[in-house]
């Protein structure tokens, strides 16, 4: 029996370690070969503070969970700005130099380690058998597991999905990415640490290799092998790999010797196998266990409602009324100039090496006015967009947004402050379904900021309920609500452009920069979505469209602006400036 | 212009995906089966176990109960005892573990032939120093019901201690022996001598006599932490008394293969001895560079392995070598003579130090089983500690002369035994003793 | 270079199914191409127009039907062999390689072209036709703006030298005047070199002016097919999809 619990054990410290690592790889997309490592901060602390200043078990694991957490945010402060192959090589050097640090200092143990520790003891029960650890164990590895879960699966783990899938695009729906980054290194690494002080007490010693970049690589390939970014993946990979070696051991009858090799063997065979059949893991990301119970033909528990099943067909029916003579035009009566600016620039100016780009750019977007920018391309709009939101800082000028200078503030920043944006190449989180990348947009939520989320339940299951109503609303005003389980990868990309106007829509930004709405999307949806536009100045938006669809631009804009060669070079009405012969040969060539 | 991100920024934000973080996995499966390369590459230096079944009564075991004591089932005959042994079966230090399987497994049935039990060998795997395989073998073991653990190397001990311990069992490790920093474990007892520290006296000693000038010695060895404190401390207390000076101490990582900037740092301090702490196959990396970097200083190691011989070639012959060498040339004993030609004749190469304490080990097990038996005891760990506790001394393969076998002697208060070492010296990988000695002082130099 | 058909058609589709994976997308699709003529594929955003042409082409799975080239079936060939006999595929996202110059994107596109001369001649006309592209001729593709980059990949995809060209929304993200003389190019490419052109456009006005005939895919099938003529005068193209 105390064999099975010695497995169990491991098997439980395994998991937890997995799960964590999941957090950051599968979820956040942040690959870290230091898990060990920093879970090695947890047992050696534990190890040190038992030994040498004789502190009791459970203080000891507070302790020891503490410095690793910090450990973890003080390595994510290099990794914020980091791509992702050089996280793998920050973090691998980090582990490399962690254990070299503990192989030679002499206070550590050296090669040897910190042996002698105390046998741990609860409320006066020792923990000394392995059944008796076992216990204890168990509760926290499944508080650790709770709290993954809660952060996993909830508008959290969904902002960590989609800093996984595009960081520019997260920030531009305004979530503060670095915050993000930096607390779920603490996280996992938190929970790493508490794992490693067990790990440390179960085995009464902490010792460079049981945290070693081995270990770690073992831990990515438990990660990788139950699922990247499934709840359950982890859990399957870390238990398979951790029992596949006593059972291989216990029934082939072949010495320990060869049994190890074989291991090994069958370790790489199982993993190239499974990469050829289930690249995503034995428990893929979306892997829903009502869809495969359906695919076997079982009834399901309370079927139904599942996501995205019939809605409204979005065609022909839903757009009716205005389609096809144009939705009409612009309120020809408006006085532009009346309405107050929200945005104003100021001799904006950003040179790439040798090109000017932006040239002292002036112009003002207006208060529930839409404003369009023409010009040929590579005339600057897109560099002007990107300056506007703060993804790239000028070289001179000025940004206002309702008077308050943004000149040099981040994206999320920007955005957070009420200017939103949409990409040329739209951006969407390819690997979450349609309504979590317009869900994400939702701002203010309480479930995607950590004390709201674990301490006030109720609020975040409210906020999520009205994050889904809006974003189902924000779907069905592009069209697309039949589509919102769907993964938006799996989307053409004149949908991805709806859906990306939709997720802006959602973000409740009160001035919108649109970057080529229109083009990609199909014709009966271009007056659509030029209906959506016109609408949103009488719901309070300030609004700025790049097109080229010069149809489209004609029944959107009230006011445009001529950009070319990084300058503004006419304003007016569209009619105006295509009246004007110079603009014409700029633009249409002939 | 739309250059907010580097082009690779972009490729690796939408392309490093998930197929290829398979491919890192699959890089870190690469790893592990390439450590078992390592693990299959040890075994090139010991020819391969291919030879037909021991030729049976071809080794005449019959004197053996004349030197070991006496069999039958006051022995423990028809019993059948556990008998948990863990070594490094893989990994780098595999060469270990299989030379000390080949020694137990001898041990094993000449101790049945001698009509003692049938000791059911249980093998577990600590990886070569992998401490938590060594605490999960040694759990796994003491689950088991097994009384007696045979284990090798200190670095895993640490984690085996805590296990065994509370749990009572006893543990003899020949492979490393107590070294200085497992001294005085309840339940541990190291039956080789502590190195290198045991070697430091007769050493000295012998340069003294052979290089009468060498005053300066430097000292590379294994980093091992704070262990190497009072290795270091002890040879320079010995190293005064010969009149002799440390002026060197490097420490190399274990498993270390490139020594350029240990040994240029070595050069600076013009020596005219190192002494070297190394195993496995390090010394045959060390020596290899030792000789291309034009010092002349004379190098005495801590072991001598034929696979690290190969690993350095020529160069092994300027290696001399000090520690608890099992000759092989002119066996100590008769019981030696015995061991050297059975290990022959069943694995068809020749045997070495470990081997040989490994057989031994099984055979003081044996002594220990007969006295508890004698006492109409049950085989547990605690009556096998008391038992070694009233007699420490145990017959030997090192030792003795042409007609009685050696003994040892554990000393009760260290755990550990004065053995009786070599120094030695190679010729085309051939070793050969030229000086014999203990802890204390030099005894007999051959050459 | 094979056998032609007698009746000119260089391509054919035969009731074709294909998509991503064990899920098709596109239903039984049946169509011609014949030697130097325009065909448009219309449909709304998500009918499977962009994976019948990478089906075609060999970057989705064909699950049933025939994909003939010259009367070959070619259906899940490797994509870099349908290139090489002159089948190319101008996918709609931005294709270029960003850490190359334009030049070398450009040179790469014609790498399958032998003949140096022919290579010379097509890079005169790419350049003639995006102009911007020979002010940046030296830059890396990364720097060019998005509407730069997409004038780039319809360039490299106009230097291999096709037979058959298959585009996808070539005038995306183009300036009017741009889209316009990109038309203008392909046209003159067909008259003069007997190019065969597959087209997926959501510009409707440049694909009735440009095509001969027209298919119009609705959920993954084929609705409708005619000269645009005749099917402009029996509906309101709108409404087709």
Same mark, same amino acid.
């Given at each position: ?161 989609? &800093? ?53 690589? &073992? ?238 339940? &109720? ?132 | ?447 | ?241």
């Amino acid at each position: 029996m105390e064999y099975r619990f010695d497995i169990a054990n491991q098997v439980l410290i395994f998991v937890v370690l997995s799960l964590s690592l999941n957090l950051l790889i599968g979820y956040a997309g942040q690959v870290s070969l230091a898990h060990a490592a920093i879970a090695g901060i947890g047992g050696y602390a534990a190890a040190k503070l038992a030994i040498a200043n004789g502190m009791d078990f459970v203080p000891s694991l507070v302790l020891a969970t503490l410095m690793a957490a910090a450990a973890g945010a003080f390595l994510s402060v290099p990794a914020l700005r980091l791509t992702v192959q050089h996280l793998i090589l920050l973090t691998l050097a980090a582990a490399v130099v962690l254990v070299t640090i503990a192989n030679s200092t002499r206070d550590l143990g050296g090669a040897y380690g910190l042996v002698g520790m105390p046998v741990p003891s609860i409320f006066g029960k020792s923990l000394a058998k392995p059944s008796q650890f076992f216990w204890f164990l168990l509760c926290v590895s499944a508080i650790c597991a709770l709290l993954y879960w809660r952060l996993a699966d909830s508008p959290y783990g969904r902002v960590l999905r989609a &800093l996984r899938e595009d960081e520019l695009a997260a920030r531009a729906v305004g979530k503060n990415v670095f915050v993000y980054k930096v607390q779920v290194f603490a996280l996992a690494s938190a929970m790493a640490g508490l794992m490693g002080a067990l790990w440390a007490y179960y085995l009464r010693l902490a010792s460079p290799v049981q945290f070693n970049v081995t270990q770690s690589l &073992l831990l990515v390939t438990m990660v990788i092998f139950g699922g990247m970014g499934s709840l359950l993946g982890p859990v399957v990979g870390a238990a398979l790999i951790v029992v596949s070696s006593p059972i291989l051991e216990k029934n082939l009858d072949i010495g320990a010797e060869k049994a190890a090799l074989i291991r090994l063997v069958i370790y790489g065979a199982a993993l190239v196998v499974l990469m050829r059949l289930r690249p995503e893991g034995l428990i893929p990301e979306h892997f829903s266990f009502r869809r495969a119970l359906a695919r076997l033909g079982l009834p399901l528990p309370g079927a139904g409602a599942a996501a995205g099943q019939q809605s409204p067909p979005p065609a022909a029916g839903a757009a009716d009324p205005a389609a096809p003579a144009g939705p009409g035009q612009p309120d020809a009566g408006i006085d532009i100039a009346a309405r107050t600016p929200v945005v104003t620039v100021e001799g904006l100016r950003k040179a790439f090496g040798g090109i000017v780009a932006v040239d002292g750019v002036d112009l003002a977007l207006r208060e529930r006015v839409v404003t369009g920018l023409v010009g040929p391309n590579g005339a600057g709009k897109t560099t002007l967009f990107n300056l506007l939101t703060g993804v790239i800082p000028p070289d001179g000028g000025t940004i206002r947004l309702k008077g308050k200078d943004i000149t040099g503030m981040t994206p999320d920043a920007i955005a957070r402050l009420g200017m939103a944006r949409s990409f040329q190449d739209v951006r969407l989180f390819l690997r979450m379904t349609v309504l979590e990348n317009v869900m994400l947009a939702y701002s203010r939520h309480p479930g995607e900021h950590l004390p709201l989320l674990l301490g006030a339940p &109720l609020a975040t299951s409210r906020a999520e309920r009205r994050a889904r109503e809006l974003a189902l609303e924000c779907l069905s005003f592009v069209g697309l609500v039949d589509k919102a389980g769907m993964l938006a990868g799996g989307l053409s990309f004149g949908e991805q452009k709806l859906v990306a106007i939709a997720r802006l829509l959602a973000t409740g930004a009160d001035v919108l920069l649109l970057d080529e709405p229109i083009s990609g999307v199909d014709p009966q949806w271009v007056d659509r979505v030029a209906l959506v536009i016109r609408a949103l100045p009488a719901q309070g938006k300030t609004v700025c469209v790049v097109e080229h669809n010069l149809y489209a631009l004609g029944q959107l804009a009230d006011h445009c602006y001529f950009m070319e060669s990084g300058r503004i070079t006419a304003e007016g009405s569209l009619q105006e400036l295509m009246a004007d012969p110079r603009l014409i040969a700029a633009y249409f060539g002939a | 212009m739309n250059d907010e991100k580097g082009y690779w920024d972009r490729f690796f934000e939408r392309r490093l995906s998930r197929r290829h973080l398979m491919r890192l996995g699959a890089l870190g499966a690469a790893g592990l089966a390439a450590g078992a390369y390592l693990a299959c590459g040890g075994e090139e230096g010991t020819p391969a176990t291919g030879t037909p079944a021991p030729r049976a009564g071809a080794v005449d075991l019959s004197k053996l109960n004349e030197w070991v004591g006496p069999g039958g089932p006051q022995a423990g005959q028809g019993q059948t005892i556990k008998l948990g042994v863990i070594l490094a079966l893989t990994g780098p230090g595999s060469y270990y573990g299989q030379i000390m399987t080949k020694g137990t497994d001898l041990g094993v049935e000449h101790v049945r032939a001698a009509g003692g039990p049938n000791f059911q060998v249980i093998y577990k795997d600590h990886k070569s120093g992998d401490v938590t395989a060594g605490a999960t073998a040694a759990r796994e073991l003491v689950n088991d019901g097994v009384q007696i653990i045979l284990s090798s190397y200190g670095a895993v001990l640490g984690s085996i201690l805590p296990v065994i311990q509370p749990a009572k069992v006893l543990a003899l490790d020949g492979g490393g022996g107590t070294s200085q920093i497992w001294k005085r474990q309840d339940y541990f007892w190291g039956t080789r001598a502590v190195i290198p520290d045991d070697t430091f006296n007769g050493v000295a000693q012998y340069i003294r006599r052979k290089l009468p000038n060498a005053r300066r010695i430097a000292s590379v060895g294994w980093d091992v932490g704070p262990a190497n404190d009072p290795v270091i401390a002890y040879l320079k207390q010995v190293l005064a008394a010969n009149n002799m000076e440390l002026v060197a101490e490097e420490r190399v990582q274990i498993g270390a293969t490139d020594y350029s900037t240990t040994l240029a740092r070595v050069r600076g301090t013009n020596p005219d001895v190192i002494l070297t702490g190394l195993w496995g196959l390090d010394p045959g990396y060390f020596m290899k560079q030792y000789v291309t970097s034009g010092m002349r200083a004379q190098v005495v190691g801590a072991e001598f392995t034929p696979d690290a011989c190969q690993v350095a070639g020529a160069a092994y012959d300027q290696y001399w070598f000090a520690f608890d060498y099992f000759d092989l040339e002119k066996p100590f004993n008769p019981w030696s003579k015995l061991f050297i030609d059975a290990f022959r004749q069943k694995y068809n190469q020749d045997p070495d130090f470990y081997a040989a304490n490994f057989y031994e080990k099984v055979f003081i097990v044996w002594e220990l089983v007969r006295r508890v038996l004698s006492r109409n005891q049950p085989i547990t760990g605690e009556n096998l500690q008391n038992a070694l506790k009233q007699n420490p001394t145990f017959k030997s393969l090192y030792g003795g002369d042409a007609n009685n076998v050696g003994t040892i002697t554990f000393d009760l208060e260290e755990h550990d035994v004065d053995k009786l070492q070599v120094i030695g010296k190679v010729s085309g990988c051939k070793p050969r003793v030229v000086a014999k000695m203990n802890r204390e002082r030099l005894l007999e130099v051959l050459d | 270079m094979g056998t032609q058909g007698s009746d000119g058609i260089v391509l054919q589709l035969e009731r074709v199914r294909a998509g991503y994976g064990g899920r098709p997308v596109v239903f039984d699709v049946s169509l011609q191409l014949r030697r130097g003529s325009v065909v448009a594929l219309l449909g709304h955003n998500g009918a499977g127009k962009s994976t019948t042409l990478r089906a075609i082409v060999g970057l989705a799975r064909v699950h049933a039907g025939a994909v003939l080239l010259d009367g070959r079936d070619i259906a899940n060939r490797p994509c870099e062999e349908n290139i090489r006999d002159g089948l190319v595929y101008l996918p709609q996202e931005r294709a270029v390689f960003g850490e190359l110059s334009v030049r070398d994107n450009l040179l790469l596109g014609a790498q399958v072209v032998k003949d140096r001369q022919a290579r010379e001649q097509r890079l005169e006309r790419v350049l003639t036709l995006f102009p911007v592209l020979r002010e940046r001729w030296a830059q890396p593709a990364r720097t060019l703006s998005g509407g730069q980059q997409r004038m780039l990949s319809v360039g490299i995809a106009l230097m291999a030298g096709a037979k058959v060209l298959l585009l996808d929304e070539p005038s995306l993200g183009l300036a009017p005047a741009v889209a316009q003389s990109l038309m203008n190019t392909i046209r003159e490419l067909v008259k003069s070199e007997g190019l065969s052109v597959l087209i997926v456009e959501q510009n409707l006005r440049l694909a009735l002016d440009l095509a001969q005939y027209l298919y119009i895919l609705r959920m993954g099938q084929l609705v409708l097919e005619g000269p645009p003529q005749e099917l402009e005068e029996q509906h309101q193209l709108w409404q087709l999809f």
